[in-house]
């Protein structure tokens, strides 16, 4: 299994720009340093994350949807934004596993396509990876109606249905190669950037990373141990596939019982088990998703991840919100309690032993009602600051890594000359305290500015239903 084998990363092609900018090929960029249209952020600083620090602002200008200059050389005849000294600008955020579902009733999850593209873009969100969709016929339209200007949003890369026991109505008795093979072609020929797969056979995840990879798609899973008929990530990655979720996998979760089981108990930060498997990622440049805020919504309440610094309630519509405030505290998972501190161990040892490019951010939290996708980015953010990521870094994974891990680190990922404008601007140095990168001023997705608090006003009310008639359509069969 060679590092280098190409499957590891989707082909950067005509289509893939195509995806991205609408035209094959760059933005014509001026070359009299004068153009008739445009944005000029000037003041503060912005941060590199290929170098990971703070670089004074003397005009980043963007033409289109193309960064024409960060240098202050180009000077677009359209706005010039000024910002404060102290403010400064990141590159968009990449959320690769940016579940637009959501479980308001606890009767099974849905896809929420009104609000979550405007929350998720007013946290600096600019690319999502939903990681399996329940609808992924609407959450192809939604992606289409933001390609086309239509709805302010985030870029989708579409993930499809999900492969695996997890997607209702999946019978794995029937699937065979030749029916996986027909289902990687339907939804790659419909726009689909990445499969899903979880709860997935080995004969079944097998096939669907071979066809996965004809068409240039991404697969990434969640897996377990090998226990029963799961698979485990080292047994996954002999298979050529390009991201892991959650568990590392290997001898550290053995097939004698569930990862989950297995988590829990493991003590041997030094030892070999999580050595090696770390070092078999790295060496087949594998991409490792950690999830590390989501024990913090399931296991016993931490102030610091889970309080909230906005109402994000405020975006329940009124009677969903007297519904979620009338309900008693959620249960916490005993199990979440005792996986969170090692989650956070395995993760600063992945980053520590040459695993820093190869980690991307994920969010993973299909809501009850509570902590919104988009705001969880930021949660994501923190929990990898105290997992001992440096917050340089813990910004490059969520950005730069992210659009690597898709092959796209041509157009995304940083603020450079040439590549798309995705960017948002923050109050303060988040390089000093990651929270700081909360306070979103503006955000600018594929050239086009906005302002966060316009697009957070613009969708409170609207999760949930009406009135207790229209709970049907959040209350899907199981």
């Keep these: 299994m060679a590092g280098s084998d190409s499957r590891r990363r989707t082909p950067r092609s005509c289509?893939?720009?195509?995806?991205?900018?609408a035209a094959c090929g760059d933005a014509p960029i001026p070359e009299t340093g004068i153009d008739e249209s445009g944005v000029a952020l000037v003041g503060g600083r912005w941060l590199d994350v290929e170098t990971g620090q703070l670089v004074p602002n003397p005009g980043i200008a963007i033409v289109g949807d193309r960064i024409a200059a960060v240098d202050g050389s180009v000077q677009p005849a359209g706005d010039v934004v000024r910002l404060e000294d102290e403010w400064t600008i990141l590159p968009g955020l990449i959320d690769l596993h940016a579940h637009y579902a959501v479980d308001l009733f606890g009767e099974g999850r849905v896809d929420e396509t009104v609000a979550y593209p405007s929350l998720l873009l007013a946290n600096g969100v600019t690319t999502t990876f939903p990681a399996g969709e329940?609808?992924?016929?609407a959450m192809r339209e939604l992606r289409l109606s933001i390609d086309r200007g239509e709805r302010p949003g985030p870029r989708i890369l579409n993930s499809g249905p999900y492969f695996g026991s997890w997607r209702r109505g999946w019978d794995g008795a029937r699937m065979t190669r030749d029916s996986i093979f027909a289902e990687v072609d339907h939804w790659?020929?419909?726009?689909a950037r990445g499969f899903k797969a979880k709860g997935i056979r080995a004969e079944h995840l097998r096939p669907l990373i071979e066809r996965a990879h004809s068409h240039g798609v991404t697969v990434t899973?969640?897996?377990?141990?090998?226990?029963?008929?799961?698979?485990?990530?080292?047994d996954a990655i002999a298979m050529g596939i390009d991201r892991v979720e959650h568990f590392l996998g290997g001898d550290m979760m053995p097939s004698t019982r569930s990862a989950y089981a297995s988590l829990q108990e493991f003590e041997d930060f030094d030892g070999p088990e999580l050595r090696d498997i770390i070092?078999?990622?790295?060496?087949?440049?594998?991409?490792f998703d950690a999830t590390l805020s989501i024990y913090g919504y399931w296991g016993p309440h931490d102030p610091e991840m889970t309080a909230?610094?906005?109402?994000?309630?405020?975006f329940l519509t009124p009677y969903m919100r007297a519904v979620v405030e009338a309900r008693p505290p959620r249960p916490v998972l005993e199990s979440f309690r005792k996986m969170s501190p090692i989650k956070r161990r395995t993760a600063r040892a992945f980053y520590e032993n040459g695993g820093r490019d190869l980690m991307t951010m994920g969010t993973d939290h299909p809501s009850w009602g509570r902590y919104w996708s988009g705001f969880g980015a930021h949660r994501e953010l923190l929990a990898m600051a105290r997992a001992g990521i440096p917050p340089a870094d813990v910004f490059r994974i969520a950005s730069l890594n992210g659009a690597k891990a898709f092959g796209l680190e041509a157009d995304l990922g940083s603020i450079a000359t040439g590549k798309i404008a995705d960017?948002?601007?923050?109050r303060g140095n988040p390089l000093e305290d990651v929270r700081r990168a909360r306070d979103v001023e503006y955000v600018i997705a594929r050239g086009t500015l906005h302002e966060a608090a316009a697009l957070l006003a613009s969708v409170?009310?609207?999760?949930?239903?009406?009135?207790?008639?229209?709970e049907g359509r959040w209350r899907p069969e199981r």
């Design 134 to 137: 329940l609808d992924p016929v």
């Design 460 to 470: 409170e009310g609207t999760i949930g239903p009406s009135d207790a008639s229209e």
């Design 279 to 287: 070092a078999l990622y790295v060496r087949e440049g594998v991409n």
């Design 15 to 21: 289509s893939v720009v195509i995806a991205l900018a």
């Design 308 to 314: 909230y610094w906005t109402d994000e309630l405020r």
């Design 188 to 191: 790659a020929a419909r726009g």
């Design 423 to 426: 960017l948002f601007v923050v």
């Design 221 to 234: 899973a969640h897996l377990d141990s090998g226990y029963g008929e799961t698979v485990n990530p080292r």
